[in-house]
């Protein structure tokens, strides 16, 4: 069976500080890795996503995330954060067409002006 | 706007009511979701549809009733429910279900509040 774990229900971070939002997974396979941001009220939305190739994935508004076979992670990350980026951020994961999207419960983001 | 729209946005209902929660997509994607987002919990995938055609019912009690009439649209039928079934019901679509490494994109989600 496929999960996700998004160890931290809470991350603070001051304005213009780097963040991480922490997420470990567990598949059989290779696995295929989202990430996805929800803002009040709002449903979710793609931030990025981890196929193949590079370990480093690039996505939109300025996030990043980092493919790590070796501790099972795809930690977020952003060098600097915005107060705009407070909001809840879901990790999630798949292995194959077969199997369905599996989501972590949710890290809520709290950047501090 | 991700182009999956959802509609009411709020609904409250009390237990002995019958409403529907509608989702359409214009995207060309052949695959749409059914998912309920509860506090502090993981989004729980309730049903999977794929060129209209049900392909998965994750144990979801009778109460819950999707359709699929076509490719853009799909509503979920509720009836007698239950106060826990208060939730935020996200509505999602993928251009297919079985291209594992393409993302799903998701509409603004219905509120429903069970009295």
């Known amino acids: 069976a496929q999960s996700v774990a998004q160890p931290e229900d809470q991350v603070n971070v001051a304005e213009g500080n780097p963040l991480t939002v922490k997420c470990t997974y567990s598949?059989?396979?290779?696995?295929?890795l989202f990430w996805y941001v929800q803002y009040p009220n709002r449903g979710l939305q793609f931030l990025l996503k981890?196929?193949?190739?590079?370990?480093l994935v690039k996505g939109s508004y300025g996030f990043e995330a980092e493919f790590n076979k070796s501790q099972t992670s795809f930690h977020l990350k952003k060098p600097s954060a915005l107060v705009s980026d407070s909001a809840l951020y879901f990790c999630a994961v798949r292995v194959s067409g077969n199997t369905p999207l599996v989501f972590g419960k949710g890290t809520r983001l709290s950047v501090i002006a | 706007e991700t182009g999956v729209t959802q509609t009411p946005r709020h609904l409250v209902m009390g237990m002995t009511n019958k409403k529907s929660l509608k989702c359409e997509q214009h995207l060309g994607h052949n695959a749409m979701y059914w998912y309920k987002q509860s506090a502090k919990k993981p989004l729980e995938l309730m049903f999977v549809y794929s060129l209209e055609e049900r392909v998965e019912n994750n144990s979801v009690p009778s109460r819950f009733s999707p359709e699929c009439p076509n490719s853009s649209h799909l509503f979920l039928h509720l009836h007698t429910l239950q106060p826990e079934d208060s939730a935020l019901y996200l509505c999602?679509?993928?251009?297919?279900?079985?291209?594992?490494?393409?993302?799903?994109?998701f509409g603004q989600g219905t509120r429903l509040t069970v009295v």
């Open positions: 999602a679509s993928s251009p297919s279900r079985h291209w594992a490494s393409t993302e799903a994109f």
């Open positions: 981890y196929i193949t190739g590079d370990n």
């Open positions: 598949v059989s396979g290779n696995p295929y």
